[in-house]
């Protein structure tokens, strides 16, 4: 199973709500990732978890909140956000954090109203 | 890291080989040089990698320079499916998983 999944696929919501994404893999990866990416443009990336643990923060506002509960799961919590937060957050994840192929989900698109 | 340049667009025809550049002159001994794609709307999917010598998989083979300030990625026999945006990337081995992405090369591949 190559397959990191990831949900929901779409998902509009306004600024005052509060919303998370999901994602999971069950490859045994213990890195796993957070990517923002906006229209006509590269990934960009806002996250790294490494044995659950948050080893890198790409200075991303707070309003952003991630949380690795366990090996296999990531989540990202969303709380008042703006309509430039619109965009398709992908999750991605890696054996480790070494030289390691990273695994793409197929993203969530979000829309903040 | 080092920045890489890569052609914004390019297209091929269906059934030949694709030949996707790209410049990294700026690279260091330890920095390893990684392709993805993305297809329109999904994820972006691993590729191949390599660090000095000439790399070959399933999917692609990679040519470095002896330099290594240049690369390229074949694709040997391009079909309708490899229509995507490639990304060339440049990485330390132990940056803590950190890809980055440039623009990349949308390439088209036409019957």
């Known amino acids: 199973d190559t397959e990191v999944t990831q949900t929901p696929k779409h998902l509009v919501m306004g600024m005052t709500n509060k919303k998370s994404l999901k994602c999971e893999q069950h490859?045994?990866?213990?890195?796993m990732y957070w990517y923002k990416q906006k229209a006509k443009k590269p990934p960009e990336l806002m996250f790294v978890?490494?044995?659950?643990?948050?080893?890198i923060n790409e200075s991303v506002p707070s309003r952003f909140s991630p949380e690795c509960p366990n090996s296999s799961l990531l989540n990202l919590h969303l709380h008042a956000l703006q309509p430039e937060d619109s965009a398709l957050y992908l999750c991605?994840?890696?054996?480790?954090?070494?030289?390691?192929?990273?695994?793409f989900g197929p993203g969530t698109r979000l829309t903040v109203t | 890291d080092a920045k890489t340049t890569q052609p914004p667009s390019m297209d091929c025809a269906e059934g030949r080989a694709a030949n996707l550049p790209c410049n990294h002159s700026t690279i260091s001994g330890n920095e390893y040089v990684y392709w993805y794609r993305q297809i329109h709307s999904q994820g972006p999917q691993y590729i191949i990698h390599g660090l000095k010598n000439n790399e070959t998989n399933e999917m692609a083979s990679l040519i470095i320079t002896e330099d290594r300030k240049s690369s390229t990625l074949i694709l040997p026999h391009a079909t309708l499916r490899d229509t995507a945006v490639y990304y060339c990337i440049v990485r330390v081995y132990n940056q803590g998983g950190k890809l980055i992405f440039g623009q990349g090369t949308e390439l088209s591949v036409k019957p």
């Open positions: 490859m045994g990866h213990r890195a």
């Open positions: 978890y490494s044995y659950e643990k948050l080893s």
């Open positions: 991605a994840s890696s054996l480790s954090t070494g030289p390691y192929e990273q695994y």
